[in-house]
């Protein structure tokens, strides 16, 4: 019971009970109710102890007191302005204000907030004590010992691991201050790499002198094949057909790429492009990065594409390059029937972004990104020069509403600036990963962007089925008239096992004066393989 029918209310609140199994349960009832009762401003609890009147029934008394409901902590300008606003409790230069149910928290926040500065050791508190009835006055104590930086990382399980990822896109590297929480949110990243993956948390070792960085990893095959692969015989000549691409990942340790693609419809055109990726030149922030693409459309004109750039690692997310570009086109035609069709050759210097938010991927959820260039340069056939500008860009997200549900966007766009315009220098798109529905490349123009849809639907964790509504919007600057939007409608689905992912869709493609038709559906096939 209480001192006062107040008292003995406010206890029955937390006792909930007068009936206890055991003398023990009641023991521990009353010693959390106790402790309860302190974190609510009665520290000066009297009581006088058990009274026993039968081997069942036991009574003590409590004396609460008058409880504290304010404090007033003298800091003396000891905590820096930035933690202060932080804290978010009325301040002047001498005095933190808040109710006593608050100082723990604002001891915590105190704490944390040093600790992530690297003082991991330092002890904070109160001193100095004084209770003037319901107001308790203290003085802050802080007792900080050496900041902690780290000084030593050491990789387990994947001891090759290309460095330059942990100190240029993660900002882990020796020198940094200790920050637990922070180091942890950086190397979960390391999971969306591709190419490794964090076996456990990391721990760290503190010496007298030393702070030492244990990170754990574990190498993964990031090879990838995507395609299929047929062969035709057509008119007694052998031809390779098909659509693959080959990625070649992380081969040397250098997180470095090599890509391959090939594409041949069997019918009027065919395709082959490489590309290779260092991100981090000779353990430099600086990386480099090659393309070569050669495209021949029927027996019209052949395109020959190179270019090189240097990229620079901004954030671990966000990544600036130049570069260098070269177009060449070659007529292989004499025919006048060919209209705006020519040999031509152009130089452009460019300027990229690359945003890539570190995420992890499922069967239902892909990598986010978003791919920026913008191009400036001279186009020369025999006959004139002119001045181009090209932009273009590609970004595709994909939305989680649960662990089943998602929708999956996805943008290509491209636009080339120019007072004249060739036919063979026009942007082809189409086919998989533009415009479903139509074949690859099918389509050109000087602009276009395309909108792929799919809401996706995971059955199980290895199968899911999705919708496909696509749709672009393309205009060749030198008809003004000319433009176009055109559509696709279908259905797709995913099955994925340990080393393989299989994607089958099937699409019909129109355009908004033509009405729906069945044999215009497209299958579009794709197995992706990891080796």
């Known amino acids: 019971m209480g001192n006062s029918d107040t008292e003995t209310k406010l206890l029955q609140q937390h006792l909930n009970s007068n009936s206890f199994k055991n003398f023990k349960i009641l023991e521990e009832k009353l010693l959390q109710t106790q402790n309860q009762l302190i974190q609510q401003g009665y520290i000066n609890i009297e009581r006088s102890g058990f009274i026993k009147k039968n081997d069942s029934t036991y009574t003590e008394k409590w004396k609460l007191n008058t409880p504290i409901k ?9 905590l820096h302005q930035e933690l202060l606003k932080e804290l978010n409790h009325k301040h002047d230069t001498l005095y933190i204000y808040t109710n006593f149910e608050g100082i723990e928290k604002l001891l915590k926040k105190i704490n944390a ?3 992530e500065k690297g003082y991991v050791f330092q002890e904070v508190g109160l001193s100095e004590i004084n209770i003037k009835q319901d107001l308790l006055e203290a003085q802050l104590k802080i007792k900080q010992q050496q900041q902690r930086k780290v000084t030593t990382i050491e990789l ?8 330059a990822f942990l100190k240029y896109k993660y900002k882990i590297k020796p020198g940094i201050v200790f920050n637990k929480e922070q180091i942890a949110k950086q190397t979960e990243k390391i999971n969306s790499l591709g190419f490794a993956s964090q076996i456990k948390p990391p721990e760290v070792l503190f010496t007298k002198d030393s702070t030492t960085l244990y990170l754990y990893l574990k190498k993964k095959n990031a ?3 995507d395609g299929f692969i047929g062969f035709t015989n057509s008119e007694g000549d052998f031809q390779l057909t098909g659509n693959a691409n080959l990625l070649l990942k992380n081969n040397f340790n250098a997180g470095e790429e090599l890509n391959i693609h090939y594409l041949n419809d069997g019918k009027s055109q065919t395709q082959f492009s490489a590309s290779a990726k260092i991100p981090f030149l000779f353990n430099s922030p600086i990386g480099i990065a090659a393309n070569l693409n050669i495209t021949k459309q029927d027996s019209s004109f052949t395109n020959n594409t190179q270019e090189i750039k240097l990229s620079y690692q901004i954030t671990p997310s966000i990544q600036t390059s130049i570069g260098y570009r070269a177009i060449s086109s070659n007529n292989l035609t004499e025919s006048i029937l060919i209209q705006n069709q020519e040999d031509f050759s152009k130089t452009f210097a460019t300027l990229n972004l690359n945003y890539t938010p570190a995420s992890a991927t499922s069967l239902i959820k892909e990598h986010s990104y978003i791919e920026a260039s913008i191009g400036a340069g001279n186009s020369r056939t025999n006959n004139s020069k002119n001045r181009q500008v090209f932009i273009e860009a590609a970004a595709a997200h994909s939305f989680i509403l649960n662990s089943r549900n998602s929708i999956h966007l996805q943008n290509n766009t491209a636009y080339l600036d120019s007072k004249n315009y060739l036919t063979n220098e026009l942007y082809r798109f ?3 990963n533009s415009l479903r529905g139509f074949t690859e490349n099918q389509l050109y123009a000087s602009f276009y962007t395309s909108l792929q849809t ?10 899911y089925i999705h919708s496909i509504i696509d749709f672009a919007n393309f205009s060749n600057a030198s008809d003004k008239k000319f433009n176009r939007n055109y559509y696709s409608l279908g259905f797709g689905l995913g099955l994925r096992n340990k080393q393989s992912l299989l994607k089958l869709s099937f699409a019909n493609g129109m355009h908004e004066n033509q009405p729906f038709n069945l044999q215009n559906t497209i299958v579009h096939i794709s197995l992706i393989i990891n080796f």
């Open 70 to 78: 304010n404090a007033r902590i003298k800091h003396n300008n000891l």
């Open 113 to 115: 907030f040093y600790t």
């Open 156 to 163: 387990k399980g994947y001891e090759s691991f290309p460095k």
């Open 223 to 225: 090879n990838t094949f």
């Open 430 to 432: 189409g086919g998989t």
């Open 454 to 463: 799919e809401y996706r639907y995971l059955l199980n964790p290895n199968i």
